[in-house]
């Protein structure tokens, strides 16, 4: 009798797996419930990692996702993968179709890449901006890409130097027009590559960007000397200067200075004060015309100056060109 008693007490406790109304189990969802069960802050984040040409891909997934990436708030056309894609729509198009559906009121990316310029895009251009402007961009990149050795460069609409919300800034092969006063007072990362510049040009840009943090030139032309007197800027990075005639950076309040790329023959560059740098890195190289001992003795003595100048940083990296003149000449010497 004992051991039916403990039988059925077992055999009554024993979960019945073909009960299907079993309540501690969840009901099963499908994908579709899942994926139409985001949120609109979850999938605008997923979109923001996307390329745009990807994000309006996703609205065959789910019929609620159709209009979502109307609404996106990164707006990335790479001139490129639009050439890699074969699209039935030229670039120029493309950005006016995605444009013209854009029904968010704010965008917080507009970056153009890798577009062919020419003198004919100019109105096109100049309304690409009138819509970055009108949705208060911060993060605006605009990549141009040259068509021929005497490219026509696009000149920065005077409305642009006024935008109070603007927080970084790329552009490549572009006019900085004489004559304009910067006022943008939210700029923090200011990159400009292959432009046409000047010491005024950036002398204004200093006074008129007071957080600016980060300050990068690419292949510029134009500037003799980089005087930085702002406390706010910390960082500047000059690379691939070969056309440029920079001959003395002032800027006591730097702390962080990288050299880089092809710089042109008998370049005399000279660090006038930079007592605050806490890294640099010279990786920089000097294309000279000649083999006169006298040259390579130019750019050692440079070279030494230089290295004089950054007797107090804590981090200094040297590339291979620099390293390779200094072990010559102290070889030499010896």
Not at 166 to 180: A, D, I, K, Q, T
Not at 212 to 222: A, D, R
Not at 256 to 282: F, Y
Not at 317 to 328: L, S
Request: with cysteine.
């Amino acid at each position: 009798m004992a051991e039916t008693s403990i039988h059925r007490k077992s055999s009554g406790n024993r979960p019945n797996r073909t009960d299907k109304t079993n309540p501690s189990l969840p009901p099963p969802l499908s994908p579709r419930d899942l994926i139409s069960a985001l949120p609109d802050a979850v999938i605008d984040r997923i979109f923001s990692f996307l390329p745009l040409q990807d994000v309006v891909k996703t609205s065959v997934l789910s019929k609620r996702w159709r209009p979502t990436w109307t609404t996106a708030t990164d707006l990335v056309f790479d001139g490129e993968i639009v050439a890699r894609l074969r699209s039935t729509l030229d670039f120029s198009s493309l950005v006016d179709s995605v444009l013209i559906q854009c029904a968010s009121p704010t965008v917080k990316r507009f970056h153009i890449t890798s577009f062919e310029y020419e003198k004919a895009h100019r109105l096109k251009f100049d309304l690409w901006l009138r819509f970055a402007e009108g949705h208060r961009v911060e993060d605006l990149s605009l990549r141009l890409l040259l068509t021929s050795e005497t490219p026509t460069l696009y000149i920065l609409p005077r409305s642009l130097y006024c935008w109070s919300w603007l927080v970084r800034l790329e552009v490549w092969v572009y006019c900085f027009s004489l004559g304009r006063t910067i006022r943008l007072p939210c700029l923090k990362i200011l990159v400009i590559a292959i432009s046409r510049l000047s010491d005024d040009i950036l002398e204004g840009i200093f006074r008129g960007c007071p957080v600016l943090e980060s300050l990068e030139l690419w292949g510029c032309w134009g500037v003799k000397n980089i005087m930085i007197d702002s406390t706010s800027v910390k960082e500047l990075v000059l690379c691939n200067l070969c056309d440029s005639n920079i001959q003395k950076i002032w800027a006591p309040h730097l702390l962080l200075l990288r050299i880089s790329g092809d710089w042109q023959p008998h370049a005399m560059l000279r660090l006038s004060d930079v007592s605050s740098l806490v890294e640099a890195k010279l990786d920089f190289s000097i294309r000279v015309l000649t083999d006169l001992p006298s040259d390579e003795m130019m750019c050692s003595h440079m070279l030494k100056e230089t290295f004089q100048k950054l007797c107090g940083v804590t981090t200094i990296t040297i590339g291979a060109w620099c390293f390779q003149v200094q072990a010559r000449y102290f070889f030499t010497i010896l």
